[in-house]
Nanobody, 119 residues
Framework: QVQLVESGGGLVQAGGSLKLSCAAS????????MGWYRQAPGHERELVAT???????NYADSVKGRFTISRDNDKNTVYLQMRSLKPEDTAVYYC?????????????WGQGTQVTVSS
């Protein structure tokens, strides 16, 4: 079992920055990939960014050039640095981690952190 706890959300004006953190309850070395998803009211949950255990990253087109995902294996933490925030970035942001089990991949999710961008 892995517990994921997000922090760092809040209210920010358009153009501002926030840095989200996702702390895992155990080593993240076997968690591959880890990532961030978001869900806005009335919308489905969508991928924001992922990072592999080797450090390879993937971003949604809507956040490329503005968001940066990183992981610190020593601190068992994944980060999402968000810059040039837009009102359309408003959503609940969820941390995700995938672990490979003999039965197949298994997803862990955090409880989510609210990000609100005012215009």
């Amino acid at each position: 079992q892995v517990q994921l706890v997000e922090s760092g959300g809040g209210l920010v004006q358009a153009g501002g920055s926030l840095k989200l953190s996702c702390a895992a309850s155990r080593s993240i070395l076997r968690l591959n990939p880890m990532g961030w998803y978001r869900q806005a009211p009335g919308h489905e949950r969508e991928l924001v960014a992922t990072i592999s255990s080797g450090g390879s990253t993937n971003y949604a087109d809507s956040v490329k050039g503005r968001f940066t995902i990183s992981r610190d294996n020593d601190k068992n933490t994944v980060y999402l640095q968000m810059r040039s925030l837009k009102p359309e970035d408003t959503a609940v942001y969820y941390c995700n981690a995938v672990i490979a089990l003999k039965t197949g991949p298994y997803d862990y999710w955090g409880q989510g952190t609210q990000v609100t961008v005012s215009s």
